[in-house]
């Protein structure tokens, strides 16, 4: 079975300090993995996602993730935190079969202080 | 770009009520979903379809249902509105294929008293 875990629901950094997310994820098919943002009463954006290639995927906003199938992780960073980071971020992986579903995570809420 | 819109961003309805949630996408995707999303709880899956008049329950499909009549609508429906259905709701639509990629909406927040 698929699963997502965020280590932390919430995280808070000062600005221009370096913003790391993490996301452990089980997959019992080839792992597609996703990194969505939310601000504040809005909807989610993808920030980035990996299928197959480089395993370090670059995204928006300066956000980059790197796959590590050895440690079935795929954890966010940015090097420097900015007051517009601060939002909810939700990690997911594809589920196996056809059914075009995502595992999602419970979401880390990211503070930045100033 | 993909846009995915709803039809209204809050909502207040009283219990008992029946509500509907309307999703509509202008890129042509072949799957839509319905989430409802609170606080701890992440997002939970209600409903999908993958394609016209094909719907699958979701995580937490009691005490909705929903309709898809034509490709680029997908609505909710909230029979007898009760309080613990006050939520945010985020619709989602993404295309068929193996890239899972999902395009959202805006959310609709929902409370009934």
């Known amino acids: 079975a698929q699963s997502v875990t965020q280590l932390g629901s919430h995280v808070s950094v000062s600005e221009g300090a370096l913003v790391l997310l993490r996301c452990n994820y089980s997959?019992?098919?080839?792992?597609?993995l996703f990194w969505y943002v939310q601000y504040p009463n809005q909807g989610l954006q993808l920030l980035l996602k990996?299928?197959?290639?480089a395993t370090l995927v670059k995204g928006i906003n300066g956000f980059e993730a790197e796959f590590k199938k050895s440690e079935t992780s795929f954890h966010l960073t940015k090097p420097s935190a900015h007051m517009s980071d601060a939002a909810e971020y939700f990690c997911a992986v594809r589920t196996a079969g056809n059914n075009r579903k995502l595992i999602w995570g419970l979401g880390t809420s990211l503070a930045v202080n100033p | 770009d993909v846009k995915v819109t709803q039809s209204s961003r809050y909502l207040v309805k009283r219990t008992g009520e029946k509500v509907f949630l309307e999703c509509v996408q202008d890129m042509d995707h072949e799957n839509m979903f319905w989430y409802r999303q609170d606080p701890g709880l992440g997002l939970r899956l209600i409903y999908f379809?993958?394609?016209?008049?094909?719907?699958e329950k979701g995580d937490i499909p009691e005490g909705y249902s929903v309709s898809r009549e034509k490709k680029e609508r997908f609505s909710l429906i909230l029979e007898s509105a009760s309080t613990n259905q006050t939520s945010m709701y985020l619709c989602a639509s993404s295309l068929s294929g193996l890239i899972y990629e999902q395009y959202f909406g805006p959310g609709t927040r929902l409370t009934v008293t």
């Open positions: 379809s993958y394609d016209v008049k094909m719907k």
């Open positions: 997959s019992s098919v080839p792992p597609y």
């Open positions: 990996y299928t197959t290639g």
